[in-house]
Nanobody, 127 residues
Framework: VLLEAYGGGLVQAGESLSVSCSAC????????MGWFRQAPGKEREFVAV????????YYSDSVKGRFTISRDNAKNKVYLQMNSLKPEDTAVYYC?????????????????????WGQGTEVTVSS
């Protein structure tokens, strides 16, 4: 699966931004899709993940209530709507495809369980 994330940019704190990820090369609906982010000098961290049909979604505590993940299987795209952005949301955002479409009810997949990664799109939130 080839993934391309795009839509990042510079916004002010409190504003909204939506990033997208396009996929090709494999049946999109066979993969759960996740978003991760990596701030300068920090480890890559989980943001959100959505199952193949949107039936199960997980968010990190830091974005819950502010970010919304969604997908359109007909367009082979996954989206991350980010509202009430904070300076600490500044990072490169990566989309990733899991090997499986279904998500366990015990929590989101670990980072190593994702098989495919996009190149990332940069989001900067100014204070």
């Amino acid at each position: 699966v080839l993934l391309e994330a795009y839509g990042g940019g510079l916004v002010q704190a409190g504003e909204s931004l939506s990033v997208s990820c396009s996929a090709c090369g494999s049946p999109f609906s066979s993969h759960a899709m996740g978003w991760f982010r990596q701030a300068p000098g920090k480890e890559r961290e989980f943001v959100a993940v959505i199952s193949w049909n949107g039936g199960r979604i997980y968010y990190s505590d830091s974005v819950k209530g502010r970010f919304t993940i969604s997908r359109d299987n007909a367009k082979n795209k996954v989206y991350l709507q980010m509202n009430s952005l904070k300076p600490e949301d500044t990072a490169v955002y990566y989309c990733a495809a899991d090997s499986y479409g279904v998500l366990s009810d015990s929590g989101p997949p670990k980072r190593f369980e994702y098989d495919y990664w996009g190149q990332g799109t940069e989001v900067t939130v100014s204070s």
